[in-house]
């Protein structure tokens, strides 16, 4: 849907621009121009309602006159700068809730034109521990947004619900990194958890970034299900250049890089960086109300991502 509004858009502010250019350099001078030979062919004054008629645009290019600067501002905030999305689920718990609407950056990765996606100015790459959204690799019309784990040339395993990381050797380097276990600290029982599932929460330092993960600890790693990658173990993932691996901070409830692989740079949209607004949806269907609408705001969830 992201796609096909991203091309709408941008028919609609070429063709508005054709028309503001069209009126402005033609249409508004030849206008002129009538109302010129109007009042010479006249001895007394026009009168105001026939030099509104003559000068004044009809419906189409008036609308399009005034439309066009809007239009193209919304183009260049929502292509280059920033976007608003919304969380439609629980994979990225306890960082992002459903309900939640967030700020992508769209600048810090690099300008990409917003139809075919080419980055035309490098600006920066995705860091480690970074929010990211992405199109899905499986179908590009979808937009996912996940935590980047594993940066090109990294080697990542993720078993037994642990996380390793051996970042990528770099050229020129006599010692290589080692395989690191990233470390977790216990927070406790989950605030999101239920009666029927057991969901813990914990602090993950991810080589330097620290941020909130879930674990189910009644659900057992899908390990069958997972990418398989030439040369490697199941749980085993070496990131291919131009590539990214990224997961869930809901770890037994997303489907992220181990099940379907790597992001490609190109699938990239942009950084997600702040949380603008936050909705309960607590309504059952026993109310009145439709579930759609809003039970109340978060506040405390409003400010930065981390």
């Known amino acids: ?14 063709l508005t621009g054709i028309i503001w250019l069209a009126d402005k350099f033609y249409l508004a001078p030849q206008r002129q121009l009538k109302l010129a030979q109007a009042q010479a062919q006249c001895q007394d004054t026009l009168g105001e309602d026939v030099i509104e008629k003559i000068t004044s645009p009809s419906a189409l290019v008036d609308n399009a006159v005034q439309v066009f600067p809007v239009i193209a501002f919304v183009l260049i905030l929502r292509s280059f700068l920033w976007e608003p999305f919304q969380i439609p689920s629980g994979s990225m718990m306890p960082t992002l809730l459903d309900g939640d609407f967030i700020l992508v950056n769209k600048f810090n990765y690099g300008l990409r034109d917003p139809v075919a996606r080419n980055k035309f100015v490098d600006i920066g790459e995705p860091k480690r521990g970074d929010v990211m959204v992405f199109k899905y690799p499986v179908d590009p019309k979808i937009d996912y947004i996940k935590r980047v784990i594993g940066l090109p040339g990294d080697r990542i395993i993720y078993r037994n619900k642990m996380l390793y990381i051996q970042p990528a050797c770099a050229e020129n380097t006599e010692k290589c990194p080692e395989l690191t276990q990233v470390k977790v600290k216990l927070v406790g029982k989950s605030k999101y958890a239920d009666d029927y599932n057991n969901l813990v929460e914990y602090e993950e330092n991810l080589l330097g970034k620290q941020h909130r993960i879930l674990v189910n600890q009644d659900i057992i790693p899908r390990v069958q299900h997972y990418f398989k990658q030439a040369g490697t173990r199941r749980d085993e993932f070496i990131v291919p250049q131009g590539h990214y691996f990224v997961m869930g901070d809901n770890r037994d409830n997303s489907l992220d890089g181990r099940f379907w692989g790597f992001v490609p740079e190109e699938n990239i949209v942009g950084q997600a960086v702040f949380i603008w607004m936050s909705f309960d949806f607590e309504r059952t269907a026993e109310d009145w109300l439709p579930t759609w609408i809003p039970t109340g705001i978060r506040f405390s969830r409003l400010g930065p991502i981390n």
Request: proline share 0%; glycine share 0%; net charge neutral.
């Open 1 to 14: 849907m992201a796609v096909y509004f991203s091309i709408f858009l941008v028919i609609v502010t070429v």
